[in-house]
């Protein structure tokens, strides 16, 4: 009978008499605060099944279960095993432009559990992939849950120990467990791969799992972060040959890092705040931006076949067992490299002779043998010079004299204002100081009046020595039309008599 509701288990009880003849894809099947063993007898076709709060069930029997569209546990504590013999889900086969093609006829099966700390066995031997694949906080006991015959998966989240040692294509995969895997060695395309915490990590209790030749193209994302081990340990990414968008490896700690077969990384390469760490890039032939900076106690990765990028910024210890061509293959920059060494024996040369050759278009490098720090490109080379002065020095010639007429101006002209201005206030201070006596102001007339006479060059009247004094004779009174120019000269001749003639009485 098709059963498109949801029914509410919590013991076999309910499983015999509710759900003894109710199956189809509409079922939906809630299991609350059931205990010990639980056996779907009849059970063949479910939409949803959910186990929420069950701390005391021990065993999940679903070996009936066929067709399965979402399995959802959450909580179970003490749950250790589950069966779904039957259940029948099929891979992705291909990944596409638009996601993954499936191969069979319906979208294969989500499963998320959550809490379930003694979980270590899953039967699924028909299980070929999940849609949707998540394990957070469970199976931490000694044996991991396996799915050892998954191919395929949209999407794999996982903090707990997990087995995938056969999956091909997913969409994304996140893990965050260092105790077991992820084995990555038959996985030939994924878009986002996440390893955080130590995932991926290899050491003594974990060993590197086999690479059978298969290469790894990452459509996306790559990130490495946050894996810290007491003691040296290697995360061996030989596989990878591409990465299209960012390679992010962030906060490691006594790691080395193998990536010795990635070629091309389409964005970024950033590789920050690692410690103790050796980074493998020995194949790395172009990248868009290369940011590896702040990492201590680490020698910072050769990039012998980097041939081009638009940026690169290298800050820390920076190996010199090559000499100072560290880039010996590049043949472009276009954007600016950037070379802050930590060790003071890095050599600065071939980077600025890399900068001459216009292979780096803008360099920024300490170190010793040519320190460069420049935001241009290159001179080239100046012409050899003609005979005679060239236009530019006729030019300059030319300049130089116009700027020298032009100060003689200037200076001319600030002299005459400062001269004039002394004039003026010399002036001043004899126009105020106090009147002296009647003679002594006729005389100062007299006096001024010669000044004035000898600058105008007219004869001045002056006695002779041992002359007497005699009046001189007066012309007759001129007639009223006679001329303004005799009127002033007969009072200037009158008034120069009466002075004469004053100085000879006070010379008696």
């Known amino acids: 009978m098709d059963c498109s509701r949801t029914i509410t288990i919590t013991s076999q009880d309910d499983i015999d008499h509710s759900l003894a003849s109710c199956n189809g894809s509409g079922l939906g099947i809630e299991i609350r605060n059931a205990t010990g063993i639980l056996n779907f007898t009849a059970t063949t076709t479910a939409g949803l099944i959910s186990i929420q709060d069950c701390p005391q069930l021990w065993k999940l029997d679903l070996s009936q279960l066929v067709q399965l569209d ?8 003490t749950l250790e095993w589950i069966s779904l013999s039957k259940l029948v889900s099929k891979a992705y086969t291909e990944v596409t432009e638009h996601g993954l093609v499936v191969g069979g006829i319906r979208k294969p099966t989500s499963i998320y559990i959550t809490g379930a700390l003694k979980l270590d066995e899953i039967v699924g031997p028909s299980i070929t992939g999940f849609h949707n694949l998540t394990l957070l906080d469970s199976a931490n006991g000694t044996l991991p849950v396996g799915f050892r015959g998954i191919t395929s998966v949209v999407s794999l989240i996982s903090n707990s120990p997990i087995y995938v040692s056969g999956l091909q294509l997913a969409r994304s995969l996140d893990y965050s467990n260092s105790k077991v895997g992820p ?3 038959a996985l030939t395309s994924v878009d986002n791969l996440t390893l955080r915490n130590g995932a991926g990590v290899y050491n003594s209790t974990n060993p590197i799992p086999d690479l059978p030749g298969t290469t790894l193209m990452i459509n996306d994302t790559f990130t490495l972060d946050s894996a810290v081990t007491e003691y040296s340990s290697r995360a061996s990414y030989g596989n990878i040959v591409s990465i299209q968008n960012l390679a992010s490896i962030t906060s490691n700690e006594n790691l080395d890092i193998d990536l010795s077969k990635l070629t091309t990384v389409g964005s970024s390469i950033s590789v920050q705040n690692n410690t103790n760490c050796t980074i493998d890039f020995s194949s790395l032939t172009s990248s868009t931006n290369i940011s590896v900076i702040d990492n201590a106690d680490t020698v910072l990765p050769l990039l012998y076949k980097l041939e081009s990028a638009d940026n690169i910024h290298l ?3 920076i190996s010199t067992e090559g000499g100072p061509n560290i880039f010996p293959a590049l043949n472009l920059v276009s954007g600016s490299v950037t070379v802050e060494a930590w060790n003071e024996d890095f ?3 071939k980077l600025v002779s890399q900068w001459h050759d216009n292979i780096i278009h803008t360099l920024s490098c300490n170190g010793t043998n040519g320190t460069r720090d420049t935001a241009q490109e290159p001179t080239s080379p100046s012409p050899p010079s003609s005979q005679g002065l060239s236009v530019g020095a006729g030019a300059g010639i030319g300049v130089g004299i116009a700027v020298a007429v032009i ?5 001319t002209i600030f002299w005459t204002r400062l001269h004039y201005k002394r004039k003026l206030r010399a002036a001043s201070e004899k126009s105020t100081e106090p009147s002296a006596p ?5 005389g100062l007339w007299a006096s001024a009046l010669v000044e004035l006479r000898e600058k105008e060059g007219r004869g001045i009247a002056r006695e ?3 002359d007497h004094i005699c009046e001189m004779p007066v012309p007759p009174t001129e007639l009223a039309t006679t001329s303004l120019t005799t009127t002033r000269a007969a009072l200037d001749r009158t008034k120069i008599t009466e002075l004469s003639g004053s100085r000879a009485i006070s010379s008696d």
């Open 438 to 442: 009647p003679s002594q102001r006729e």
């Open 70 to 77: 979402v399995l959802n546990i959450a909580h179970a504590e």
């Open 464 to 466: 002779k020595p041992d």
């Open 183 to 185: 084995d990555l060695s």
């Open 407 to 411: 100060g003689a101006i200037i200076v």
């Open 347 to 349: 050599d600065c040369s």
């Open 315 to 317: 800050r820390g210890n």
